[in-house]
């Protein structure tokens, strides 16, 4: 019925479609291609609480492997808390409960005694602000590897240095001063080298939060090749607040709204012809 409701108003003048109107039901379901055959990750029933607030609501979705997934929707709605479930990164947050299930392979990742540092080297993390460590670029890169007893040798870990900066496109801008400090880069080669950072464990699924809101267009441009590059050989869910840049990257689309999950489709269908009238006000800009 409500639904209805807001189609007749939309059809008849979409600017005079106000915030309360597109108030997300309480029944919604998600609409579209939430599930794949083959799925590298599969979330069923995922609630997310902080204490008593529910910031995400019954999400059950789908990510293929080598696809890379984008997460789009109004600040506030639940992208990076529903990000952070996929590795346990919330486990980190005070106060954050969640519920469902989280698989990888078919493994639930909340199961007991599971160890999460591993988690997190196969479901590796690229954040807004790229977050060197204060080392060396060479021990940026290096440290994964050595605690994960990736390295066998020196020999190896030089080798597993240079090939993550190669896959992140940083290799020829760096190789000369490996061994000064990764904070002295530029802020695009910054984030260049948290993926390589995320690489150099040879995760399967990389997360990415919005990891190029704070570059410019010619860094982004890098990055944007880069994930296209990494998605022959990872999995890929980036959440970001650019239409452009989820249409340029991603096969399918995930639209959150209020904690719920209101529709997943190929990209291409999201931005040209969504399925749920949210979505659509969303990418025309009604609100957001
Ligand atoms: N640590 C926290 N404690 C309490 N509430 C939180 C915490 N982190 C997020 N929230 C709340 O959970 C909801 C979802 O927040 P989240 O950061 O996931 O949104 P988002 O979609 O990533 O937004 P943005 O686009 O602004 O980054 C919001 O209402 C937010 O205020
Ligand atoms: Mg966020």
């Given amino acids: 019925m409500k639904e209805a409701k807001v189609a007749a108003k939309t059809a008849k003048d979409p600017k005079s479609t106000s915030r309360q109107d597109l108030e997300v039901d309480k029944a919604q379901a998600t609409v579209g291609n939430r599930f794949c055959e083959n799925p590298k990750m599969s979330m069923r029933d995922v609630n997310v609480f902080y204490g ?11 990510i293929a492997k080598n696809e890379v997934i984008a997460m789009i929707g109004p600040s506030g709605c639940g992208k990076s808390t529903f990000l952070r479930s996929l590795n346990r990164m919330n486990d980190t947050v005070d106060g954050c409960r969640v519920e469902g299930e989280v698989l990888l392979d078919g493994d639930n990742i909340y199961q007991q005694n599971l160890d999460v540092v591993e988690l997190r080297a196969r479901v590796g993390m690229v954040f807004q602000k790229p977050n060197p460590f204060p080392k060396s670029i060479f021990e ?24 993550s900066l190669k896959k992140a496109g940083l290799w020829e801008e760096v190789k000369e001063r490996l061994h000064q400090p990764g904070t002295g880069l530029s802020g695009g080669q910054q984030q260049r080298l948290c993926i390589a950072r995320a690489i150099a464990v040879s995760p399967e699924v990389i997360l990415m939060d919005e990891p190029c809101s704070a570059l410019d267009p010619i860094a982004t441009a890098r990055i944007e090749e880069l994930i296209e590059e990494l998605s022959q050989n990872f999995t890929i869910a980036i959440v970001t607040h650019s239409m452009q840049q989820a249409a340029r990257v991603s096969h399918r689309t995930a639209y959150f709204h209020l904690g719920k999950l209101i529709e997943v489709n190929p990209t291409e269908r999201v931005f040209t012809m969504p399925e749920n009238q949210l979505t659509e006000a969303y990418i025309t800009g009604r609100f957001g």
């Fill in 52 to 62: 008593e607030k529910q910031a995400i609501q019954d999400v059950s979705v789908d």
């Fill in 140 to 163: 940026n890169i290096a440290y994964g590897p050595k605690i994960h007893g990736l390295a066998d040798s020196r020999v190896d870990l030089d080798e597993i240095v240079e090939n």
